[in-house]
Structures are given as C-alpha cells and as structure tokens.
C-alpha cells in the first residue's frame, strides 16, 4: 500500500515537472522590445495547453499546438523608459524578472 501512494506521488511529480512552459532565452529579464511593431512571444507547453501573456496592460492567449509549440503577438506599443515585466499564466506561471533564462528545445 505503502508503495502504491509513493509511486502515485512520484508520478505526480513528474507529470507537473513536464507541464513547464519554456521560453526561448531572449526573453528575459532587462529585454528590450520593438516600438511601434507587433511583438511575437512564443515558446513550448503541453500540447493543447492554454498559455496566457500580459505586458504593458495587454492580455493574449493562446494555444499549444500538437507539438507543444505556441506563439501569440502583442499589439504594437510606442516607446517607453518604464520597467515591465512579461507574465505568463499557464499551468506554471512565470515572469521575465524572476528566472534564469531558459533555451527552448
């Protein structure tokens, strides 16, 4: 019995583990984007997995196609000096300012 929840545990684990949405290393903390273009983000997720964006007061969202692939484009945005922070809402949120860069796959 014992050994029937640890091994349910450990799959548990690991299925959260892979669940990750991974963002290319260009999109970190201290990047720059282009003003007065539209911004492409992309990067990997489960597939079919919905992944949510927002910066600079906008919200996209989209969808993991069936290689976990995904890209959304932010509205252009005119030139501005203030700090923001990218965020993503997926099953494991995250945020240019609080990760090491990770490479895609």
Known sequence: MKFGIFLAALLSVGSAAEAKVVLPAVFADQMVLQRDSIV????????????????????????????????????AMPANTESRVLEGLPASPF???????????
């Not at 919905?50 to 969202?61: D, E, L, M, N, Y």
């Not at 945020?95 to 796959?105: I, L, N, V």
Request: aromatic letters at 8%; one cysteine or more; charged letters at 30%.
């Open 95 to 105: 945020r240019t300012d609080d990760w090491p860069p990770r490479a895609q796959k």
């Open 40 to 75: 492409p983000i992309w990067g990997r997720a489960e597939p079919g997995e919905s992944v949510t964006v927002s910066f600079a007061g906008q919200s996209k969202v989209c969808t993991a196609d069936a290689e976990g692939k995904w890209m959304l484009k932010l509205d």
